[in-house]
């Protein structure tokens, strides 16, 4: 079954206390969504406190991002075993930004895949194209490559752990959102290029939109039949925000 789910990616947004308020105002209205899994991805800081306050709720908790290597001499690094060791379950791999700001490579992110994986952290795994790309027509080329370098090389049973968000670039923080035509057409070959490495499995991976989801759009996006969630960055600061969009379906 593809789940629904709706993911708050934060960012590098909120101190602690802002953080805390954030949560607080998401689980007062958490009754409200019925029909989707909600998960928060706050900054690093915030994983232990924020796991304290969902305990007791249906809300998951994901890391933005994990180290490539197991433990060491990696100043700043943050595993995945220590990741779950303060409850976070699932993982952010190969956001834009992070391909961006960071050099984060296809390679780097097969490795923080097995990472995450190998420690039990689900990975929401990010893909999407830049505007020149989208403009060039070259689209579809270019997130096909990037899970032939990546998802393609896992095991059938890891695959069937992963969770896709297709993040068109020029659709992040922009204000500028991929028509809910565009998303599907994306999300139905992405769907069937991995249906090409793994078969029917590929009918039952939840494939979320992220780019500058709203409460005024999230509906028409996610009515599409391969759209099935999203990744939200701004909105999901706003507690209101969020749940009008986990709400959605
Ligand atoms: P946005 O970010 O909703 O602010 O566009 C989405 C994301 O980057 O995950």
Redesign the pocket.
Known sequence: MRKKIVAG?W?MNTVISEGENLVNGILKRMNEVKNATVIVAPPFTHLYLVAQLLKGSTIRLSSQNCAAEDSGAYTGGVSAKMLISVGAQYCIIG???CREYYGETDEILYVKLQQALKNNLIPIF?VGEVLAEREANRHFNVVRVQLENTLYRLNDIDFEKIII?Y?PVW????GKTASPEQAQEMHAFIRQTLSKKFGAKADNTSILY????KPSNAKEIFAKPDVNGG??????LVADDFIAIATAF
């Open positions: 990616n960012k956001h834009s930004e990010c968000a993040e659709a992040i923080g922009t992220g780019g500058s989801v990744l939200i960055g701004g909105a999901s």
